[in-house]
């Protein structure tokens, strides 16, 4: 049977590859929400007219390719130092927008104490803090997100309360720090919630440029390969088991105040 021949001149483009992301294939594992976390912020910063004057400091995890994605100058942080290397940054280069992009292993593990502190300074920079409840990239490990009966490479019978503690809520703990002007969790899970994720990481971004203080934006995201789940029923995971642990919030916006 003959193959028919479409004449693609006449369509038009619903969809086009925003400026704020390099043109480049992602080494993101098939259904992992990563690469869409990149795409809404690069959005965010190419809508907001911000890629000219922007500075990401990417983490370690699935996070340390961030330079090989977004279209903006990166530096490279330690584990756990990305809140640090972004105050300096920001201290040396007050014009510059600043974020930083971290998971959860990275931001609630080792580097707690960075972001903790980085909020009570009221830093004027944006932490995205991607929690996919497991070390993604060194195989799976049960990271300080995941959850109680979640089986991991550390935790093969499901993580206890014995023995590796509670899930720890990173919004709901800095949400006692007075130097925070947005603070907001998120999910990937289907178009609507994807905007208000873009949503919330433009209202986080204005908030440094109004010089108001330190933003982070959590996201629930996915990550299919160590969760032993195909991508749509990791999306399942997401709304059935993750939400009811970290509920959906915005829980700090200095710029409804403002208005």
């Known amino acids: 049977m003959a193959v028919t021949e479409i004449d693609l001149t006449e369509w038009e483009a619903t969809f086009e590859r925003t400026e704020g992301l390099d043109v480049t294939q992602m080494r993101y594992c098939p259904g992992c929400t990563h690469g869409i976390a990149h795409r809404i912020i690069g959005e965010a910063l190419e809508e907001m007219d911000l ?4 500075v990401a400091i990417a983490s370690v995890g699935c996070s340390v390719y961030a330079f090989e994605y977004f279209n903006v100058d990166v530096v490279q942080a330690s584990h756990g130092r990305a809140p640090a290397v972004g105050t300096g940054v920001k201290r040396a280069h007050p014009e510059n927008i600043v974020f930083t992009y971290q998971g959860d292993g990275d931001l609630a593990s080792i580097g707690i104490a960075e972001v903790i502190h980085a909020a009570a300074r009221g830093e004027r920079i944006t932490v ?5 409840a497991v070390y993604g990239m060194t195989q799976g490990q049960m990271a300080p997100t995941t959850l109680l009966g979640q089986k991991t490479t550390t935790t093969p019978l499901g993580r206890t309360e014995a023995f590796g503690g509670f899930p720890m809520n990173v919004c709901e703990l800095l949400n006692a720090i007075p130097g925070i002007a947005y603070l907001a969790r998120e999910a990937l899970i289907d178009p609507r919630h994807v905007l208000a994720a873009k949503r919330s990481i433009k209202k986080a971004l204005q908030t440094q440029i109004d010089d108001l ?9 996915t990550c299919p390969t160590w969760w032993y789940q195909d991508p749509i029923k990791s999306l399942d995971h997401i709304k059935d088991k993750m939400i009811p642990q970290y509920p959906l919030k915005v829980f700090r916006n200095l710029l409804a105040e403002k208005t």
Request: cysteine-free.
């Open 51 to 54: 890629l000219d004057r922007t």
């Open 128 to 132: 995205i803090f991607i929690n996919n």
């Open 213 to 221: 203080g330190f933003s982070l934006v959590e996201i629930l995201s």
